[in-house]
Nanobody
Framework: QVQLVESGGGLVQAGGSLRLSCAAS????????MAWFRQAPGKEREFVSV????????DYADSVKGRFTISRDNAKNTVFLQMNSLKPEDAAVYYC?????????????????????WGQGTQVTVSS
């Protein structure tokens, strides 16, 4: 079982950048497909980005393509989400999620129900 702890959230002006971190303990991140989701007040949780277990497949929500970058540092056992050109609509609680499913070795999923482990979330606020 893996434990996930997010950090790096905060308040930033529109157009600014933040880098979120998801530190894993208990197991190595290379054994998991790792994803980021977000949830704004009054809205459903939505997919942001994912990196497959192999690291060879990466996917993004259309709303963040070209602005956000997911990466994984196996030595630090951490997954990152670099967020640039932030917009007010990016404001949300960002969650890190993981699944060890072999089906996600090369493939990825944007469905929250396919992820078994979740962090507690980190708040991102974007001022206009």
């Amino acid at each position: 079982q893996v434990q996930l702890v997010e950090s790096g959230g905060g308040l930033v002006q529109a157009g600014g950048s933040l880098r979120l971190s998801c530190a894993a303990s208990g197991r190595t991140v290379s054994n998991y497909a790792m994803a980021w989701f977000r949830q704004a007040p009054g809205k459903e949780r939505e997919f942001v980005s994912v990196i497959s277990r192999s690291g060879g497949t990466i996917d993004y929500a259309d709303s963040v393509k070209g602005r956000f970058t997911i990466s994984r540092d196996n030595a630090k056992n951490t997954v990152f989400l670099q967020m640039n050109s932030l917009k007010p609509e990016d404001a949300a609680v960002y969650y890190c999620a993981a699944t060890p499913s072999p089906a996600h070795y090369h493939a990825t999923s944007s469905a929250a129900e396919e992820y078994d482990y979740w962090g507690q979330g980190t708040q991102v606020t974007v001022s206009s």
